[in-house]
């Protein structure tokens, strides 16, 4: 880590300005750079094709659209606003808060928790991937990252900010002014730049490099026999998980009412319904991706399933078991009583936990330009600069691994 | 290479090729041997051939162009037996997957699922109480589905789910919940297939709540759907619980649908039903999803003896025509509107309801000379549509060799570890230029069993996943990179 340090220090020190920030010139790594400056993804899935571009199907199938075509820029100084608490009310929290990169980009709690400890209505979600999805939040309300990453911005019980005071405190701060000039042609520092560097970090991080990744290109040793049983148990019509998890990204993009239970003593989270309107869509959810899934418990919406095992066990509960009493939802056809057994719901666990890949995780700034410490969510070590991709082996490495 | 070596090698090589395609393997299951070990044995055009025995387990063909073959001797079947302990009998992701000659019985999720394999064929099973469904292939372009018997399936015993160019023929469907249903899909042909004594014969349907929306363009044609008046036996909350008993055709939301030459009797509550997604209730809504049917066209079917025990929602409809038998046809809520633009041919020769504002699409009439091969085109049928598959199989899912393959595997794989200039996890490109210069063929090799080379890093994993082919053009590119 000490090298890498002193290489980027030395490379830093090489450039034009004496500045102590400055904004890479290179992508993220499942991104490249094109002539025109931008960077795209490149990923072997894009060899392949789906129906219609939805990006669903089975092992061989294409991605959904992506959104990519920031330029590095935008997105190094997305990584440096993303940590940086800085874009909070009162200093103390950042996106990186809630969505820590050593916890799969969640903050392993049953709910987020905003400025000053007041609690967020539901769990993080994880931001692997998110440069694929067509809707997002749990329950789906928002279409862009831009339009979503003001929510918790602003939200009183989350980061707790105001447009206007975020844009004074940026502009404020002599190192941001020179980032965003360098990041957007030198453009006078607005709130929408904010917005699109944010998006850009987060559309940059990619996850689909998994073991089962190099199954579903043809290496079949990459997974083992317990975990090729856990892979047709999902696919299964008995389980029907990939019904809705579906390849390449396992989800399917829809709003989904499961019947999930609330924590103890909370009432039934409307979901959709609340922002739709809609009130067949009462208690549905965004169909969460499964990609990362190992890292990022506590699960569902609630995040009140400790784990995954606990998770898979809610499908095969019964259908409805856990709707509150005088409650009546338009389930999914697909939730019925599958009776898995546990040697399947142990090994769907398997299957799930080969779906983990960290390969181009991004490194945590050493130092932000606020001077802040990047946030991170509780519990986990700070140590700085401690570079995560260091601990995170590619796949070949994982596929080692016994 | 001298001319001579030259010639040899190219000359060897297309004598590999050749042995290639020309002699794919036929690998042999006998009853006690594992179908699924064969399987995994079998290389992208081989066939697996299964002879006559009881076989229990769960086959899945993650590969392309596989072909699973019974060998029915004597009367004898292959029979791949769950004993209603086991989830699937094959499932199947590959492109150019052939599946022939089964009896498939007592699995509990289905006889054959596909997920987005596409040029598939399953043809000549027989399949008896499989679960949930029977055939169901899902996400897959240009497949073929025929000569099957399915029975006692709770859902639909043929399911067609988000596909597109797909013909459904000569099937056989009977005592199923539903007999044959195209879902989500478009450009399908039902043709031929008989259906009887299910809950409901034939279904088009648009299902809200999926990731492709659509429904069009499907023929079902030629189709005998009788006496389909089973009692729902479909698992609470399913799609499918909602069916009355006694239907013989129900298209709900499904646009552009032909029904055309088909015989339908004997189903007592309606022989057709369209319907909008009013009709299944207990599905949460989506925006995104076209509830009404249009354009559908109904031409000349033979009906009659429909409506005989009328379920009792559209009992109640009859009842306000002062009728108690139910209806040939009966076009529901939405679907009676006239900018549905829906049509019906020879209207007055049935029994209807919710037709008044249905078009009148005149069939002619068919003549013998009509119907043999070099007639042209007869207005106003579909006689001269034959297929709906496509012409050309789906174009092939795979990474190519080659410069651009290339760029995917190093961008998917290996840019994890290495960046033109900058250290990572691996050295930098430029430091590995340095070292090897233009020697692409050395890297490839070193990559496919590395070893720890520079103290300073750590041994990188091997890639001999990748072929040599895709080594050597993967570290070409990589040679290449300047930036």
């Known amino acids: ?402 | 290479m001298t001319l001579s070596k030259t010639v040899l090698f190219n000359l060897t090589t297309t004598l590999l090729l050749l042995a290639g395609q020309a002699f794919a393997a036929v690998h042999d299951v006998r009853e006690g041997d594992s179908i699924q070990a064969a399987v995994e044995a079998a290389q992208p055009g081989d066939t697996i051939l299964v002879h006559p025995g009881i076989y229990r387990e769960t086959v899945y063909v993650d590969k392309d162009d596989i072909t699973l073959r019974g060998m029915v001797v004597e009367g004898e079947w292959p029979n791949l037996e769950g004993d209603k302990t086991l989830n699937d009998a094959i499932l199947y992701s590959g492109n150019g997957f052939t599946v022939e000659w089964f009896k498939i019985t007592h699995y509990k999720g289905n006889a054959i699922m596909g997920q987005a394999g596409n040029n598939f064929s399953i043809r000549n099973n027989w399949i008896v109480d499989t679960g949930v469904y029977g055939i169901f292939p899902e996400f897959g372009e240009n497949g073929l589905i025929e000569n099957n018997v399915l029975s006692g399936i709770e859902d639909a015993a043929i399911y067609v789910g988000m596909c597109d160019y797909i013909d459904v023929r000569n099937n056989r469907v009977f005592e199923n919940v539903a007999g044959i249903e195209i879902e989500n899909s478009r450009h399908a042909l039902v043709e031929g297939n008989i259906a009887h004594d299910n809950t409901g014969g034939i279904l088009v349907f648009i299902t809200p709540g999926l990731p492709i929306k659509t429904s069009y363009d499907a023929i079902v044609r030629r189709n005998t759907v009788i006496n389909n008046n089973t009692p729902n036996f479909a698992i609470p909350g399913s799609l499918v619980s909602t069916i009355p008993a006694g239907t013989g055709i129900i298209v709900n939301s499904g646009d552009d649908v032909v029904i055309e030459d088909n015989i339908i009797t004997g189903n007592n509550t309606a022989g057709i039903i369209v319907t909008s997604q009013d009709f299944a209730t207990g599905v949460a809504g989506d925006p995104a999803s076209d509830p009404n049917p249009d354009r559908v066209q109904i031409l000349d079917n033979v009906m009659f003896n429909n409506g005989g025990d009328p379920a009792t929602e559209v009992k109640a409809l009859m009842l306000t025509q002062f009728s108690t038998t139910g209806p040939d046809i009966l076009a529901y809520k939405g679907a009676a509107e006239a900018e549905r633009e829906s049509c019906v041919s020879r209207k007055s020769a049935y029994r209807t309801y919710g037709l008044e504002e249905w078009g009148d699409c005149t069939s002619p009439t068919v003549r013998a000379a009509d119907a043999v091969g070099s007639a042209p085109a007869l207005a106003g049928t579909t006689r001269d549509v034959t297929t709906k598959m496509l012409p050309e199989p789906a174009t092939p899912r795979v990474i190519t060799v080659d410069a651009n393959g290339a760029k995917l595997v190093y961008q998917g794989i290996c840019a994890g570890c290495h960046t033109y200039n900058i250290r990572m996890i691996g050295p930098p490109v430029m430091a590995i230029k340095a070292q090897y210069g233009d020697d692409a063929t050395a890297i490839a090799q070193y990559i496919a069993a590395p070893e720890k080379k520079r103290p300073d890093f750590p041994t990188m994993p091997p890639q001999d996943h990748l072929s040599e082919d895709m080594r050597l053009e993967v570290a070409k590119y990589m040679l290449e990179l300047n930036k």
């Open chain 1, 1 to 402: 880590m000490r090298i890498l340090l002193i290489s980027l220090l030395l490379w830093a020190q090489g450039s034009a300005s004496a500045d102590m920030f400055e904004l890479s010139p290179f992508c993220p790594p499942a991104l490249r750079l094109d002539d025109a400056g931008r960077c795209t993804l490149h990923s072997q899935y894009q060899a392949y094709g789906s129906l219609y571009d939805k990006g669903v199907g089975g092992l061989k199938t294409g991605l959904p659209p992506v959104r990519d075509g920031f330029t590095p820029q935008q997105i190094d100084l997305g990584r440096l606003l993303f940590f940086d608490p800085l874009l909070s009310r009162d200093g103390s929290v950042a996106c990186s808060s809630c969505h820590d990169p050593a916890l799969g980009f969640s903050d392993g709690r049953t709910r987020s928790v905003g400025v000053q400890g007041t609690p967020v209505e539901r769990s993080a979600p994880s931001l692997w991937n998110v440069a694929f999805l067509e809707r997002l939040l749990w329950d789906g309300s928002k279409q862009t990252l831009e339009e979503q990453l003001q929510g918790p911005l602003y939200a009183p019980n989350e980061m707790g900010g105001d447009p206007q005071t975020l844009l004074t405190t940026l502009q404020d701060n002599a190192n941001y002014r020179h980032l965003f000039a360098s990041a957007f042609d030198d453009q006078p520092l607005a709130l929408d730049q904010v917005y699109t560097a944010l998006a850009a970090f987060e559309s940059s991080l990619i996850s689909l490099n998994s073991r089962y990744d190099l199954y579903a290109h043809g290496v079949h040793s990459a997974l083992t026999a317990n975990e090729k049983e856990g892979l047709n148990v999902f696919r299964s019509f008995v389980a029907r998980c990939a019904e809705c998890h579906t390849p390449p990204l396992f989800t399917n993009q829809q709003i989904a009412v499961l019947g999930v239970p609330e924590a103890e003593g909370r009432p039934l989270d409307p979901g959709a319904a609340a922002t739709t309107g809609d009130a067949s869509q009462r208690g549905g959810f965004r169909v969460p991706s499964l990609r990362n899934i190992a890292l990022t418990a506590p699960y569902m919406h609630a995040g009140n399933f400790a784990s995954l095992r606990e998770t898979a066990a809610f499908y095969t509960g019964g259908r409805g078991h856990a709707v509150p009493e005088g409650e009546e939802l338009n389930l999914h056809w697909h939730i019925w009583d599958p009776q898995l057994s546990d040697r399947e719901l142990d090994r769907l666990v398997d299957f799930l936990m080969t779906l983990t890949d960290q390969s181009f995780l991004p490194e945590i700034p050493p130092a932000l330009p606020s001077g802040l410490h990047p946030a991170r969510a509780p519990g986990v070590a700070t140590g700085g600069s401690h570079a995560l991709n260091i601990h995170t082996a590619p796949i070949a490495q994982q596929k080692a691994l016994p």
